[in-house]
Structure formats: C-alpha cells, structure tokens
C-alpha cells in the first residue's frame, strides 16, 4: 500500500507529517521551517503559497487570501460580519461563499486545496515518491457541510482523503504514543481561528473520546483583531487617519498586533509600531500584557463553557480530569494557560511543540490505517446532534451528539395523501428545538411508489461514519429495493463541480510548475548569498583578494537576477557563485582542519 | 415535513439465520469471521445486544466486563483496520461498528438497559405517559400552576422570587422521587435476575415474570415523566 501523510490544515499555519519508522515527523523544505503559513496570493507569476505568500498581504492586500478555513463550508450569510475586515471580495454561488482573485473566483475548498499541494509537493520532494493518499485533520467541533469542504479541498489537491480525524483526538494519539499514558486526559486547543475542548479515556492503547464541544470561530485571530481595532481607534483619534481606506495598512496592522500578542507571551511589556500613509509618520504605542489580558479575557472566558459542558456530557467533574495537554499556538498565551490550569485545578502538558502535534497525531493515524500502527484505535464522536425536520419545524433527533461514530439510526417513512410519489427530507444538525435554529445540511426527496395514504413504508438510514460524514440510504420495505438519494447539500459543493474544479486544477497546474520553479530557485538564491556572504566574512583573509572581488561580483549578479522571473537565470549565476567560492571553501576547510589536525590537508584526511 | 412516522422495530422480524459465509460459502461456524476464509461477516439484524457482548440477559451487568468487551470488538470491527480490504469487507466493518456502538451505548446506562430488555421480552415499544402518575398526581398539578405564575411574572420582582424558591423546593422534592424510584427500578432489576438465575419453567414462574415486567414499564414511565417536568423546571428557572 502506498504511503499516506498526515496533514493539519491549519487556520493560519498547514504542516505534513510521516511516519518514520514508528516515530511521526513534520517534512520541512529546504532552508525553511515545517509549517507553511495558510496563505494564498496571486501574483504576476502565478498563485503562490505559504511564506512567499504571506510576504503579499501587506503588499496586494487584495490579492491575498488567509484565513481561509473560516469560510469552508459557510454562506456570505455566515460570515456577513467580520466581511469589512478581509481585504479581499467575497461573494456567494450556490450557498458556498467564493473568493475573487484577479479575474477569477475561487470557492474555499479551491484555495484550500492550494494549500494542500503545496504540502504535497513537500512532502514528495522530501520522501522521493508520489503522495496521492493523505489523512486531513479538521477541528472537532466542524459540522458536516466543513468536514465536507475539507475532503473535497483533498480531491481538488488530487489527494485521496482516506480520513478526516479531529485535532484534539490527532494530538491525543501524538501525545499517547510518546507517554503511553492511561487515564481520562482534556485536550484543550486554541489555534488561529478555532477552539476545541476534548474529553478522551486512555486504556491499553484505546483512545475514547467522551465528550467534545468548542467554537469554531474564537481563535488567535480574533486576539489580534481587538488588538489592531484598538490600535486602529487611537491612530484615528491621534492623527486623525481612517485606515479602513488602506487595506494594506490595515494588515499591517493586523500583523503588527499579532507580533505584539505573541511577544507578550514572553515579555510583560512590548513597544508595537507602525508606518503610517500620507507622510502622517510613524505610530508606537507601548502594549503591557495586563492590557493585553484585559483585552482577551472575555474571548478567553468563552473557552469555559464548552470545556464545562464537555466535562459534564463525559459524566465526569473538572477534578476527575487526570490530565490536560495544550495544543495550538494560542496556548502559548499565560492568559490561556492560566485559565485552564485554573479550571481543571491541574498544571497543563505542553511538552510536545503546540504547532506541530496535530499534524504528528495525523501521521500516526495514517500509519493506523496503512496497517503499521496495529496497537492503537481510536473511537472518536460526532460533535453535534443531527436530526431532521418534523411536523411545525421542529428538529427531531436522530444521533444525539458525542455519540461514538460510527453510528447509524434508521427512521421509518410513509406517506399521507393516496397517491404521493415522494416526501421531502431535511437534514439538520444541532442541539436547538427549532429545525430553523439548527444548520441546514441537505435536503432530499425520497421517491414512493404511488399507493394509498399509509402503505408505503420506506426505511431510510443515516449513517455517520468515521470521518464523521453523513451518508444516507434508502429501502422500500414492501420490495427489498434500495433507493440511490440524491442529496443536495445546503453549503456545499456539488458532486459535479468537485469533479469541474479538480480538472481547472490540473489546467492550472502547468502555471503553477512555473511559478514555483521561480520561487524555489529565490529562496535557494537567498540561502546561497547569506551563506556565501558569511563566508567573505570569515574566510575572505584566507585567499587572493582578486578571488574576494570574484566572489562579491559573481555575488551581486545573483541578486539581479533573484529580483527578476527567471529561474534558470538564477540557477545559472548560483552556479557561477558556487564556481568563484570553491577556492574559498576550500582554504576555509583547511583552516578549520588546521586547528583540530595538526596542519593536515583535506586532501589527506578525505 | 410530513409522512415521518416512529420507526417500528424489525429487530424483530423473522429474518433466516446467517448459516453460510458470504464469501466462500461455508458453513459457518466462528462467531464474527469465517473459520475458512477468515472475512468479516455482517453480524445479523436478528442477534440481540446481550449476545452480541456474550453476555446473559440479565440487568445487573459490571461495566468493566462491557468495556473491555466492547473494546475488543472495536478492534474486530473498526473501519481503520479494513482500509486494505475489499469494498465488501469495508461496509460490512462500517455496519457492524455502527451497531456495535449502539448496542454499547444501550447496554452501558441502566435506564436503556431496562427499557431494551423490556422491548426484547415484552415487545413493547416505549410507554409514554401523558398524565402524571398516580401518587404525583395533586402535586404535579400545582408545580404547573406555580411554573405558568412564575413564566407570567415580572422575574425582578418580589413575587417572583418567592415563586422561585417555591420551585426549588419542589425541584428538591422530585429529585428526591427520582431518586427514589431508581431504588425501586434496582430492587425489581434484581428480583427479575433471581428470577432469570432460576430458569424455572413452570406457569407460576410466568406469572412472576410478566408482573415484574409490567411494574418495570410502569416504573419506567414515571420516571421518564418526572424525569420531563425536572428538566422543564430547571430550564425554566435557569
Ligand atoms: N507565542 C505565542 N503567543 C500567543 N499566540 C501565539 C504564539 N505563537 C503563536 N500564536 C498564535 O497561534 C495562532 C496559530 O496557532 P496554530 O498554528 O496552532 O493555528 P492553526 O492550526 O493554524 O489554526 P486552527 O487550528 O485554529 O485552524 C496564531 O493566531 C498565532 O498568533
Ligand atoms: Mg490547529
């Protein structure tokens, strides 16, 4: 069976991961860091991903998509108030919102799945062979129409999803295969625009989940949003600038903010600034963490209420809880730890790196289902209660929420009227009375053979599977038949435009070759001049200063052509540098060698 | 919505005994796999949760026995461990999964674990009781009384909070009868079981049987009803 990843679809950061032999592992390209920040910007040269990305937000604030994973699954209507905080232009086609970027419009599946290739290709740079199979975690409280959106973000990628898993339960088995523990252990998890709260039961390998609750809009992101509002409030007030006009300073603003939160993680006091337009000068304020705590405390509260309510679906008491891992870049923040620690009456784990344990827990579950991992087994729940519409729009409940998947509940159907050849199902899922109350899944039409009011009986079953994805069949119990249904998703994609936006992707994929090509071939460039450049530095007394000047020249041609789009042009005077700098690695070995060997050449100890 | 009517149970309907592997066509002799060709195979719609767990039909059940018994056939059955097999093989894991977790979650709390065994030996579906048990029954009256008041007031004002305290104390009061009937659900649970362990077959026994089934009903339904009015009047006070 070929290899399958694991793959944490991050709010703000995405990583890939493999098993190696037993012990998961985070692939990171050369000269960069393993996380790729979830960015997306169209430039010149294509559609760019990850750190390249990221550089543009603050350059083509309109072409420049983050944050994305908010919008999986949700309608404008969803998102309609926090649309005047994204700079790029959203509008909505068949329930599923679409991102504009230059001439065309990209639904979030589609720019997820930029993403998602990326990490792709780092994965087969960096294991040699082709990656078609992957494990995609999602945050546990994530509806059906979001997990949906995920699995088709990994069709478009051309990566076949084999499992959607949970981050809280992902980072309960990174955490489990290290400390081998047992007991009933809170994985509590704030990242960039989610927040998760599971409750799990450790024995001999088993992972049960109890209970699972959270938000999926309270994150990190929306820490550095209060922040910048109250930056953006004083630059207003001092100098009577609207940035709201400068979309990007705006997200200067918003980087800033967050540069700020995080190094107040560390520090009680940090000094934010910020370039202003119209030669308005610079703004600095001074940001104290207590500020910053008095500012959050409110979002940070409304992480309780889910961790109580979890606590209490497990049958347990906050103090039953044997242990409490962290995961997520936001619970770096003492403000958070504090909280939790306090609520639990328990010092939290964070021994595992926050950023990278959920993408860790999806490789050891790739690893469980390509048959490597055997000890292990994970029985996961369904966040949400799902149901469907009965008489006066009430919601009937059908799987009750924190039930263990999968799981399956059949309900019979008949008819009213002599003659009806159909009835008309809504699906929903919540914990509301009210069928209008709860998220609108889908809505089918079950056929009936025309027969008098009442004959007809019609079995139909819902089933949740494993990933935690609705399916549902048919039966006519009179015949035995079964029924194929065909159900049209509230917020999502269609089968038909999955298969439409996977073929665009391969379309597209020719550019995208290119431009990668050119971004790889900059990155390479830049990591070659700062190595070459500390060379000069400690080595230059070493040789000829006519081989100096070689170097510098051969230098700085390679950073013309790093500014330009060619990629074989900055391969080519890559080469050059590495031509002019051999007499200098050398002379610098042999100094180095000098110290340690008694004056011995390379060419004797090679 | 209309045409949705409550699932009837087919656990019931006469099915044919599973006798021959889907596969290879052997008869069947192991329990969840074939001793032949070793497949999965579907477990049948006609095996009730007790025999599923190897468990007797009885009401008192230790939880660990079910636990480390539901582990182990999660192990059996999970569809992480059929991601190499046969599309077969994959929807028969996700069926027996599915069922194997409803059987636990019925088997693992008391209440449903009764009202399981009732439907099993008594065919009936759940009773649902529309007026207040008998003994309840002046009371019950005037907690709604006193609930329609407390909805109708103004809930800063002075009435108001003698009516609540007036709910607390009748909270207290069917917490308490809640409680109570629990006792009396685990007295009968023990005699049925005695009773069970005896395996008599003589009429007398019969007789026993169906009177402690009946009561179990009964008792059952007026703890789902007290159980109702208990929520209603935490939610209304909350
Ligand atoms: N030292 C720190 N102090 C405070 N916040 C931090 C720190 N480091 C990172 N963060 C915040 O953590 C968030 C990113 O965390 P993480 O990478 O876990 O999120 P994600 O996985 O992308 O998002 P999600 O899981 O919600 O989809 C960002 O909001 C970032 O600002
Ligand atoms: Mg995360």
């Known amino acids: 069976m070929s290899r399958i990843v694991g793959i944490d679809l991050g709010t703000t950061n995405s990583l890939v991961a493999y098993m190696d032999h037993g012990t998961p592992r985070v692939i990171a390209a050369r000269h960069e860091r393993a996380m790729v920040p979830s960015v997306v910007a169209l430039t010149d040269n294509g559609l760019i991903v990850g750190d390249s990305a990221k550089e543009h937000l603050t350059r083509t604030p309109e072409r420049t998509v983050y944050s994305v994973k908010r919008f999986m699954g949700k309608s404008l209507a969803d998102v309609q108030g926090e649309l005047a905080y994204f700079p790029y232009t959203l509008t909505e086609k068949g329930g599923v919102i679409r991102i504009k970027l230059g001439e065309k419009s990209y639904s979030p599946p589609q720019i997820s799945a930029m993403i998602l290739k990326e990490l792709k290709l780092r994965a087969e740079a960096f294991l040699g062979e082709s990656i078609t199979k992957a494990v995609i975690t999602v945050p546990a409280y994530f509806n059906d129409s979001q997990r949906q959106a995920t699995k088709d973000a990994g069709m478009i990628a051309g990566l076949e999803v084999l499992r959607i898993i949970n981050e809280p339960t992902a980072a309960s088995l990174a955490y489990g295969l290290q400390e081998k523990t047992q007991g009933t252990i809170a994985v509590y998890d704030l990242g960039g625009g989610t927040f998760d709260i599971s409750i799990l039961k450790l024995k001999n390998g088993i992972f049960e989940v109890l209970a699972t609750n959270g938000d999926t809009h309270l994150g990190g992101d929306d820490f550095d949003q209060l922040i910048a509002d109250l930056f953006l409030t004083e630059i207003r007030t001092q100098y009577g600038l609207d940035l709201s006009t400068h979309p990007d300073h705006m997200q200067a603003v918003r980087l800033e903010a967050e540069r700020a939160k995080i190094r107040l993680s560390d520090e009680l006091k940090t000094t934010a600034g910020l370039d202003l337009p119209d030669g308005k000068g610079r703004f600095t304020r001074e940001l104290t963490r207590d500020q910053l705590d008095g500012l959050c405390t409110a979002l940070v509260e409304r992480t309780l209420g889910p961790c109580r309510l979890a606590v209490k679906d497990s049958g347990l008491a906050p103090g039953d809880i044997d242990e409490v891992v962290l995961v997520g870049g936001s619970t770096r923040m003492p403000l958070v730890r504090q909280r939790v620690q306090a609520l639990f009456g328990k010092q939290p784990h964070c021994e595992l790196n926050p950023d990278e344990v959920v993408a860790l827990g999806a490789a050891v579950q790739a690893d469980i289902l390509s048959g490597g991992t055997t000890d292990m087994l994970l029985l996961d729940v369904t966040p949400l209660s799902l149901g469907i519409e009965t008489m006066g729009g009430v919601m009937s409940s059908l799987i009750r929420r924190n039930t263990t998947i999968p799981a399956s509940a059949k309900e019979m159907f008949t008819t009213y009227v002599d003659g009806q050849t159909g009835v008309d199902i809504h699906i929903l899922q919540g914990e509301r009375e009210l069928a209008k109350d709860n998220r609108s899944l889908a809505r089918f039409r079950l056929k009936v053979p025309p027969l008098p009011a009442g004959v007809p009986r019609i079995e139909v079953t819902f089933l949740i599977d494993a990933n935690g994805i609705l399916n549902v069949m048919a039966k006519d119990m009179r015949t035995g038949e079964t029924q194929s249904i065909e159900v049209k998703p509230s917020y999502g994609l269609s089968d038909q435009e999955v298969e439409r936006m996977i073929e665009d992707s391969f379309k597209f994929a020719a550019d995208d070759v290119s431009a990668r090509k050119l971004i790889e071939a900059r990155l390479d460039a830049g990591a070659l001049i700062t190595t070459t450049e500390k060379s000069l530095a400690d080595g230059g007394h070493l040789v000829a200063t006519g081989n100096v000047e070689a170097i510098r020249t051969a230098l700085s041609a390679l950073a013309t052509a790093k500014d330009g789009t060619d990629p074989r042009a900055i391969r080519a005077r890559m080469a050059d540098i590495e031509q002019a700098a051999k007499g200098l690695t050398v002379a610098m070995l042999d100094d180095s060698l000098k110290q340690g060997l008694q004056g011995k050449k390379v060419s004797d100890v090679t | ?238």
Request: charge should be negative; charged fraction near 30%; proline fraction near 3%.
């Open chain 2, 1 to 238: 919505m209309n045409g949705h009517i409550h699932n009837t149970d087919d656990r019931r309907e006469l099915q044919m005994a599973r006798s021959m592997c889907w596969h290879c066509q052997s008869e069947m002799a192991g329990e969840y796999f074939c001793d032949r060709c070793v497949k999965v195979q579907p477990v049948s719609k006609d095996l009730d949760y007790f025999t599923c767990f190897g468990l007797p039909r009885r009401l008192a059940l230790n939880p660990q026995t079910l636990e480390t018994k539901f582990y182990e056939l999660s192990r059996a059955f999970h569809p992480d461990f059929y991601q190499n097999k046969s599309d077969e093989e994959q929807t028969i894991s996700l069926g027996n999964s599915a069922m194997l977790n409803t059987a636990y979650r019925t088997l693992r709390d008391p209440i449903q674990r009764a009202e399981y065994l009732l439907d099993l030996e008594a065919g009936s579906v759940k009773d649902i009781r529309t007026t207040p048990p008998a003994d309840l029954f002046e009371e019950i009256l005037e907690l709604q009384d006193t609930l329609d008041e407390f909805r109708a007031s103004d809930r800063a004002s002075e009435s108001a909070s003698t009516l609540r305290t007036k709910l607390h104390a009748d909270r207290a009061t069917l917490e308490q009868r809640q409680r109570d009937i629990e006792a009396q659900l685990l007295q009968l649970f023990s005699r049925w079981d005695a009773l069970q362990d005896r395996g008599e077959a003589t009429e007398q026994a019969r007789t026993e049987r169906g009177r402690i089934l009946k009561e179990m009903r009964d008792i059952l339904s007026n703890r789902t009803y007290v159980k109702n009015i208990v929520n209603d009047l935490v939610a209304t006070i909350a």
